[in-house]
């Protein structure tokens, strides 16, 4: 099955009892047992909810994996691979993440006896000094939040399955239309479903898609005994979003193509960030584990102040300032002070999140009308 039939039909059924061809919204925290333990494959909604169900059967097969679990959002899932861990167990991620990783990374698990190390992934080469016998899981972002580097999946499988070690990888930004990371020999894949999956900015969720039974089973017992579950409208929200997934992730690739080479021709723009650029490190990476380069742009402004960020992103009409990405509408957001805020200045710098970096997220409107609200905001500085 192609990728487009699969986000339809994929893991889905016709409701039994009706032929409802959308999977129903089952809106019920318990279920009727014929006897104790006699039920008809769910009891209580926070284990299993059949459209929730139905959702982690189509994340999966989208993927291209076995077993699908869905979260109350992104995060609730960074949690449930964290908790696979013990204290004493170290990790090594991304040096270059979304600020809510590096938060929950630093801020609640180092409490906890785990240590995280964070390292540039684009020369895989550098993980390997990193690893000692406390290692156990490798977190992977790519393309990265929000500078869009490239990492190589095969290659970092590689050295993980060499050292025995978990493999996970953030693929929020790809999504699975461009990218699947179970393919290249990732353990774990990890989705902020709230982002392209959604795709319609209306719905918090997060997503794993695992292969290896035994490793499923323990993450449905942390999904379960946490109980940071979605509901079966966030459920039934996604299953639709994900209908046009391939549909809406074509388009945005067209649009933050051309808003790429716009902004990268703009006399006031300094750098550009965006894998589909020759002269992007790791573009020939992106080329052969990529079909598309996808709709996130980061860019800097020439003299590097914040005050000039704050004003592109304050008047533009068509990008709207706000958190999040990966909605149908295009949205502006300032890594330094939102999405990053919580990495320290220092820190962010090393790895390029500067005062004047603005991050993109390119939705599917007419190019033309993004094009013409870049240039009126960019000529007010």
């Known amino acids: 099955m192609k990728f487009g039939t699969k986000v339809i039909h994929a893991g889905l059924e016709h409701d039994s009892a009706t032929g409802a061809v959308m999977t129903p919204i089952y809106q019920t925290s318990t279920y009727a047992q014929a006897s104790p333990g006699d039920h008809k494959g769910f009891e209580y909604s926070r284990t299993g909810n059949p459209t929730r169900a139905a959702l982690e059967r189509n994340i999966a097969a989208i993927e291209n994996g076995k077993h699908g679990l869905c979260f109350g959002s992104g995060l609730a899932a960074i949690d449930a691979v964290i ?7 170290e990790v090594i991620s991304t040096n270059d993440l979304y600020g809510g990783s590096y938060r929950i990374f630093t801020k609640i698990f180092e409490k906890y006896g785990i240590k995280f190390h964070f390292v540039g992934m684009q020369d895989p080469v550098k993980i390997e000094s990193m690893i000692n016998d406390n290692t156990k899981l490798i977190w992977v ?19 993980a399955k060499a050292k025995g070690l978990l493999l996970a990888v953030d693929n929020t930004f790809a999504t699975p239309y461009l990218q699947n990371p179970i393919d290249l020999g990732a353990d774990i894949v990890m989705h902020s479903v709230t982002k392209y999956l959604g795709g319609h900015s209306d719905v918090v969720m997060g997503a794993l898609v695992v292969n290896d039974d035994a490793l499923a089973e323990q993450l449905y017992f942390i999904q379960n005994s946490s109980g940071a579950v979605p509901g079966p409208q966030d459920s039934f929200l996604v299953l639709r979003g994900i209908k046009t997934l391939h549909l809406r992730v074509q388009r945005h690739c067209e ?9 990268a021709s703009h006399p006031k723009v300094d750098k550009v960030y965006w ?17 598309g380069f ?9 003299g590097n102040r914040m ?41 962010r710098e090393k790895t390029g999140v500067v005062d004047s970096l603005i991050r993109l997220s390119v939705g599917v409107e007419d190019a033309d009308d993004l094009l013409a609200d870049l240039k009126q905001a960019l000529d007010k500085i």
């Open 307 to 347: 005050e000039d960020a704050h004003k592109v992103i304050s008047t533009m009409h068509v990008f709207t300032l706000a958190e999040s990405l990966g909605g149908v509408e295009s949205l502006s957001g300032h890594p330094a002070t939102m999405t990053h805020a919580a990495i320290p200045k220092e820190d």
């Open 294 to 302: 996808g709709g996130m742009i980061s860019f800097t402004l020439k």
């Open 275 to 291: 894998p589909g650029f020759e002269s992007h490190p790791n573009h020939e990476v992106a080329k052969k584990q990529m079909r």
């Open 83 to 89: 908790k696979l861990l013990n204290p004493g167990d």
């Open 141 to 159: 972002e790519t393309p990265t939040n929000p500078m869009m580097n490239i990492i190589d999946i095969e290659a970092v499988s590689r050295i």
């Open 255 to 263: 649009n933050g193509e051309k808003v790429a080479h716009y902004l």
